[in-house]
Structures are given as C-alpha cells and as structure tokens.
T-cell receptor
Framework: GQQLNQSPQSMFIQEGEDVSMNCTSS?????WLWYKQDPGEGPVLLIA?????ELTSNGRLTAQFGITRKDSFLNISASIPSDVGIYFC????????????FGSGTQLTVLP | EAGVAQSPRYKIIEKRQSVAFWCNPI?????LYWYQQILGQGPKLLIQ????????DSQLPKDRFSAERLKGVDSTLKIQPAKLEDSAVYLC?????????????FGDGTRLSIL
C-alpha cells in the first residue's frame, strides 16, 4: 500500500522557536491533511490542503501542498507549551474510496 | 455539536478472547471509519462505511475482525479471537460524506491491551 515518510520523528525546541516538519510520498495525493494528537485523545484536524501549490495558514500554523502532489510541510511559528503533541500528516488518494494514509508522526516537545 | 463517541475507553483481555468496540458518529455523518493505531505509528484504516454499506475493507483482517453498521448510524467492531499483535488504540471517525473536502472527525479511541 501507499506509504508516507514523515520527518523528523521527534523534535525538542525552545519555547518561542519556529518548527518545521514534512511528509513525502511515492505516489500522488489529491488532499493533504495535518492532524495533532494529544495523549489519550483522537487526532484533531489542523489544516486541510486541496490543491497543488496551496499555502494555508491557521493562526501560527502554515502548511503547503507540494506542487508535485507528493509532499507537504507544516510550519509552527513562535511555539508555545501547548503545541506539545504528535503531529501527523495524512494524504487522501484519488479514487472512489479516498482512503486516508497517515504518516508515522512527529513528536514535538517544547521546552520552557 | 457532540463529537464522535466511543466506548469503552479501555479494555484488557487475554489472547484468544473476544472483544467489541462501539462507535456513535457525529449526527448526520454518512461516512464512518474504523482505524487501528499501534503505539508509535499513525492510524491505519481498517474499514470505511457509507451509510450501512462497506466502501473499503481491504485492510481488515477478515479472519478475526468484523464490523457492522446495520442502521447506518452507530457501528461495532469485533475481534474474535484476539492476538497479542492486536494491542492498539482503535479509533472511530466520521465525516459528512466520503468526499475529500469533508474532513474526518475522530473519537478518543478505545485502548486495547492483550495479555
């Protein structure tokens, strides 16, 4: 099946710093999604991208849909302690089922 | 609006036993998904329903896993018999439709531990 390579696997940053994470795929996607998951909870959608080249912001978060349709990145600016969690990218493939494929996650730790 | 409800939150069973999970999607959401999330990994789709019909169950281990959504609303996922490698969080999600521009909303999951 399709696989997403998400990096980095984990990050330790100081409060106030910016952070960037990305996902790449061997196949194209029609939609890229970024989710955040806190311990004991389900993933929560942060940003959805629907067009190649699209750049979308949600507060301090910015994500882009790569023009090749095989990659996406998420930036978080001016990190704060509540940004701690696991961030997942997910791609939705063309076709009738439109199955979501998730990356393996980036564990973000924000140090005070 | 109320979110996706799942129960139980935790379940501990011995291998070879049976277990069932329940999901109630957001009201009005036609599409329902069951995912398996193994520790340290992203969620993996097991089965997708559109109303009461199965859209995709290609990654469901059908020799031991089964799922139903008889009335097109809530759903149950069953494992019988359980194996050690089934230890995971089982997440339910729903969306208004299965379209790519309709985001999936997740419940908080059921954490299953197999002894």
């Amino acid at each position: 099946g399709q696989q997403l390579n998400q990096s980095p696997q984990s990050m330790f940053i100081q409060e106030g710093e910016d952070v960037s994470m990305n996902c790449t795929s061997s196949s194209i996607f029609n939609t890229w999604l970024w989710y955040k998951q806190d311990p004991g909870e389900g993933p929560v959608l942060l940003i959805a991208l629907y067009k190649a080249g699209e750049l979308t912001s949600n507060g301090r978060l910015t994500a882009q849909f790569g023009i090749t349709r095989k990659d996406s990145f998420l930036n978080i600016s001016a990190s704060i302690p509540s940004d701690v969690g696991i961030y997942f990218c997910a791609g939705q493939s063309p076709g009738s089922a439109r199955q979501l494929t998730f990356g393996s996650g980036t564990q973000l730790t924000v140090l005070p | 609006e109320a979110g996706v409800a799942q129960s139980p939150r935790y379940k501990i069973i011995e291998k070879r036993q049976s277990v069932a999970f329940w999901c109630n999607p957001i009201s009005g959401h036609a599409t329902l998904y069951w995912y398996q999330q193994i520790l340290g990994q992203g969620p993996k789709l097991l089965i997708q329903f559109q109303n009461n019909g199965v859209v995709d169950d290609s990654q469901l281990p059908k020799d031991r896993f089964s799922a139903e959504r008889l009335k097109g609303v809530d759903s149950t996922l069953k494992i019988q018999p359980a194996k050690l490698e089934d230890s995971a969080v089982y997440l339910c999600a729903s969306s208004i439709t299965g379209s790519s521009n309709q985001p999936q909303h997740f419940g908080d999951g059921t954490r299953l531990s197999i002894l």
